[in-house]
């Protein structure tokens, strides 16, 4: 093969895995989040991102324009985010993170046996929202909804660290994350911070879960999967860090490219879990880990 | 606790009971299929509850065990020519050879990296067992050669029921030996507090990865019965769907209490056949009763109702 | 009272309860009982959900019409879920407890196989709706099944692409069962026709982008037409990766894919896209002298008048599973399940939505190649394709 086409192959795989790496990004940071406000690891994380599809279609079905339906779809993620933490994951207060694993994993599985009741059990698709056309580069093509995507999720990456850094209440989340009982102290409403946690955390799914349904469609049963596969990505950056979560993300989403293209692509479902593995045995702490892998 | 009714003694003899009373009320072969279901289940479920309830660890992937012990049966009889109950000693093996390699190094990490650790592997032996068709059949399964002991083929509901009831009680009874046992005792206060354990002279990491491999151990023996009795196995069973649902069962029952894990297995195999009105609303009933029992039976239903009784007593 | 003892009478009462609540009501004895086992929810349910409200749709149709024999049918379904070992279970009840007469499906070939040895034990015919080649070769006594298999589906592409003069194809396939499958069948006969694989990749269920894959296959020197075998979303993804690459070679998706879902979700990216399907598809477009058309017109009609969704072939398969074993009733003239049996294995000339059906005691499908027709997709719709030479 002439130095062209192998560019051009290069160039195709690295936009595959960039589009779905920036999905598993958002959804681990949306993991990240919620971790580092309550310690809880939320298993129904996927469900968001199916939500925020899922509810698109739903509302834009019915007759309303496509941005206010998205709109509705993440108010409503979010709704279902805030609900989670005070009806499901607050009442529990004290319990072990197996105990609050196993909630989120109830939830998650709650959210889909009524997303299968109201919505259905069928595939569903949106419209791209810049056309179908797709851009040419160096041989490689590129769809203008990958684009969509890759700058929906920086866009998101960029907002939250103005949040976090810029903000009042984003300097009480991360407090809060540091050290609870300090930030309880100091008069920060630690029980408002996590709540907000959530629904930040739903807010990202939702909106990844929007802006990636018009390239992959959706389904009720979409969440797992990406919970997943999102959670190793968080796992590979270094659980609890927002920035390794979104590295952590995108290079899950290139290696499975790569490796589908390079390699064998009957595997490429185990590379997220083999990486999980391999973290563990190697490095715990991940890519870009917090000091301590220990959180009592 | 101590003498003959001992809660060990007690636990031990309601099993007993319940398998050798249960058939008198059984109207036809069904209910014999749905309680050797309820057997198998549970037997696993004990196995989980070794990690679970007395190690304060949770394993995300136990299905996985379940597979290979499943897998074990299927493949060994059919390709190598082994006899079946070699296959179901091999895969035991195997189980807990597998969960020696991958515990060990994550068992030395504090905290619950296990249920990642553990959520990754079960993925993985799932991935492998559909992909390697030419060995496993792939996603449509692979059919089981039955169960022979001197020539004779053992098959039926009926078979199944009194071999995965004796073997449930014969695992429950190791599972209650052991929380009277030394290394239980070890177990039990790593579970209330690993930096104590650790102070009092307690090898944590050790005895959490021998907790872990007689939890593999029990998965696997628990998946070569269901593959000898239905003689057909699929991947699914291997999932991470079917993880799920065994470590609900160890959660619902009570965590600790290998009656409650008995209990658990009980209650999530017979819900899908009394809820066959309610199909479409299975899903979330399931989501919702586990959320449901974790946030106000926090302790499980057996140890939960047995507090509420004692206090009622008092 | 020790408190394990309480514990003992509590776990008894709760068994008790749960016993009762088991216990199914016998209906009255006169009805004929026909059973099911459904993946009516779960992965493969978009092929479980038709069937399931065909077989409700036409038992109370028959049962209007004055029933069977002049007795009532009596349905009785079970959702498995996709899941064979609830089947097998499924299975159990419906032979212990509902005592039926007949079962109609088995959606997935995983619960297909996993029911079979109990229909045979229990002497019960069983006409599956799945559909991989082993349910009936090698022939179980008492196992039928309606859908054609996927050997006949790669045989028929194969037929087509053979015609077009088209040798040297690159194959992308699921590695759900569906796709797992019937690659390996394909395989298998792909050298009879003198085509050659030069690039064979796969996806997972749930993947949601393969150009990776699909830029080997672009890559492979000399390729003249690309085989899809897969059903559920993959086949849509990949069809719309395919367009985004710019390949232009044709396109063979497999009957997994016939329902007009796969045209909604696929978009403009389907145009031109071969498979090979059954006669209900292009209903409409049938010529007047074809024997089939009065069927399947009067079943699309049905279906879409009574459940407002497009008609698919899966929801054909288990019409016709109905309609066989409804026949082999009317034959036996008794609802004894051994005289059903060998009335079913007697089907001649049924003309169901899935082709003409012929059995024998050495062929329990009775479906020929001349049953599926070679569809391509023209302007978001089925159209049939002529004869090429």
């Known amino acids: 093969m002439d130095g062209f086409a192998t560019m051009a192959e290069f160039l195709q795989f690295a936009f595959s895995g960039l589009t779905v790496g920036a999905v598993y990004a958002l959804v681990a940071l949306g993991f990240t989040i919620i971790y580092n406000a309550s310690d809880v690891v939320n298993f129904a994380q996927g469900e968001f991102v199916m939500l925020g599809g899922m509810v698109t279609v739903a509302v834009s079905a019915a007759g309303i324009p496509l941005p206010l339906a998205a709109l509705f779809a993440v108010a409503l993620a979010v709704g279902v985010g805030v609900a989670l933490h005070r009806l499901a994951i607050e009442p529990a207060h004290g319990a072990s993170p197996v105990v609050l694993i196993i909630i989120t994993i109830g939830a998650s599985i709650f959210i889909r046996g009524v997303a299968q009741i109201v919505f259905d059990r069928q595939f569903h698709k949106l419209p791209s929202f810049s056309g179908d056309a797709p851009f040419v580069l160096f041989g490689a093509t590129i769809l203008p909804q990958s684009l969509w995507v890759m700058g929906g999720a920086g866009a998101i990456v960029v907002v939250l660290h103005a949040f976090f850094e810029r903000t009042i209440l984003g300097k009480a989340v991360l407090a809060a994350a540091a050290n609870r009982l300090a930030a309880r102290l100091v008069g920060i409403d630690t029980r408002l911070i996590m709540t907000l946690s959530f629904g930040i955390s739903a807010a990202i799914g939702a909106v990844a879960g929007i802006l990636v349904t018009p390239i992959t469609l959706t389904s009720y049963n979409v969440g797992t999967l990406l919970a997943l596969k999102g959670f190793a990505g968080g796992m590979l950056g270094g659980m609890g860090n927002p920035l390794g979560a979104v590295l952590g993300g995108l290079l899950l989403g290139l290696v499975e490219a790569f490796g589908a293209g390079y390699l064998s692509s009957t595997y490429k479902d185990g590379i997220a879990f083999v990486m999980i593995l391999v973290v563990l045995f190697v490095s715990p702490r991940g890519l870009l880990g917090r000091r301590s892998v220990e959180r009592v | 606790m101590r003498g003959i009714f001992s809660k060990r003694r007690m636990t031990l003899l309601v099993l007993v009971a319940l398998v050798a009373v249960l058939p008198l009320v059984f109207p036809s072969g069904y209910y014999y299929r749905v309680a050797a279901l309820v057997w198998i289940s549970a037997l696993a479920a004990v196995g989980l509850n070794i990690l679970m309830g007395y190690a304060g660890q949770v394993s995300l992937g136990h299905a996985g065990f379940f597979g290979v012990g499943a897998y074990a049966v299927a493949i060994g009889p059919a390709r190598l020519g082994l006899a079946s109950w070699i296959c179901i000693l091999l895969g035991a093996a195997a189980s807990g050879g597998i969960a020696w390699l991958v515990g060990r190094p994550i068992l030395r990490l504090k905290g619950h990296y296990l249920a990642i650790g553990t959520l990754g592997f079960g993925v993985l032996i799932a991935l492998v067992l559909t992909s390697e068709a030419k060995w496993t059949g792939g996603p449509d399964g692979t059919s089981v050669a039955r169960l022979a002991v001197a020539n004779m083929r053992i098959s039926g509901p009926t078979a199944w029921y009194w071999i995965s009831g004796f073997v449930l009680v014969f695992g429950a009874w190791l599972a209650l030996n052991l929380e009277d046992s030394p290394a239980g005792r070890a177990l039990r206060a790593l579970h209330d507090s690993e930096i104590a354990a650790a102070l009092g002279g307690i090898d944590v990491a050790r005895h959490k990865l021998w907790a872990f491999v007689l939890a593999a151990v029990y998965a696997s023996i628990a998946g070569s019965e269901l593959a000898l009795f239905d003689g057909f196995i699929t991947p699914d069973t291997a999932g991470f769907l079917h993880s799920i649902e065994l470590v609900a069962m160890v959660v619902l029952g009570g965590m600790g209490s290998v009656l409650g894990s008995v209990v658990g297995a009980a209650l999530l195999t017979t819900l899908p056949q009394l809820l066959t009105v309610f199909v479409e609303y299975e899903q979330a009933l399931l989501g919702l009763i586990i959320m449901l029992a974790m946030i106000f039976l926090r302790l499980g239903i057996v140890p939960g109702v047995q507090r509420m009784l004692a206090r009622s007593a008092s | ?389």
């Open chain 3, 1 to 389: 009272m020790t408190k394990p003892f309480r514990g003992v009478m509590l776990l008894t009462i709760a068994v008790a309860c749960m016993a009762l609540a088991m216990a199914v009501s016998n209906a009255l004895a006169q009805d004929i009982k026909i059973g099911a086992s459904l993946s009516v929810t779960g992965p493969a349910s978009f092929l479980g959900a038709p069937e399931d409200k065909t077989l409700h749709l036409y038992v109370d149709k028959i049962n209007a019409e004055g029933g069977v024999l002049g007795k009532k049918l009596q349905l009785v379904i079970y959702d498995d879920g996709g899941d064979p070992n609830k089947a097998r279970t499924f299975a159990t009840r419906l032979v212990e407890e509902d005592k039926v007469v007949v079962v109609v499906g088995g959606t997935t070939t995983g619960a297909t196989l996993a029911m079979a040895p109990i229909f045979e034990d229990a002497q019960i015919p069983f006409v599956s709706l799945a559909g991989a080649v082993e349910i009936i070769d090698p022939v179980r006594k008492y196992v039928f099944k309606t859908p054609h298999t996927d050997r006949m589906a790669c045989e028929k592409i194969f037929e087509d692409l053979k015609a077009r003069g088209l040798t040297k194809i690159g194959m992308i396939s699921g590695t759900d069962a569906f796709g797992k499958s019937m690659h390996e069948q394909c395989l298998k006969v792909v050298g009879n026709y003198g085509i050659t694989v030069l690039a064979d990749e796969s996806y997972g269920a749930q993947d949601s982008d393969m150009t990776p894959q699909l830029t080997n296959i672009k890559n492979a020197a000399g390729l003249q037409a690309v085989v899809n075998p897969g059903f559920g979303q993959g086949p849509a993804i990949v069809t719309r990766n395919y367009k985004q690459l710019g390949i232009t070679v044709p396109l063979y998706e497999s009957h997994g894919v016939a329902s007009k879902s796969y045209i909604d979700l696929a978009g403009p990216a389907a145009e031109a896209v071969r498979l090979p399907a059954a006669a209900l598809l292009v209903a409409d477009q049938l010529p007047d002298g074809d024997p089939q058309k009065p069927v399947v017109v009067a079943y699309k009609r049905a279906y879409e008048k009574a459940t407002g969704q497009p008609v698919s072939t899966f929801g054909g398969h288990a019409y016709d599973g109905l309609f066989i074993v409804i026949e082999a009733i009317r034959r036996a003239g008794t609802a004894d399940p051994k005289r059903i049996r060998d009335e079913i294995e007697r089907t001649t000339g049924f003309i169901g939505t899935g082709g003409i059906v012929n059995m024998s005691p050495s062929d329990h499908l009775g479906l020929n190649l001349s049953a599926f027709r070679m569809l391509e997709i023209k302007n978001g719709d089925w159209t049939m394709v002529t004869a090429t030479h």
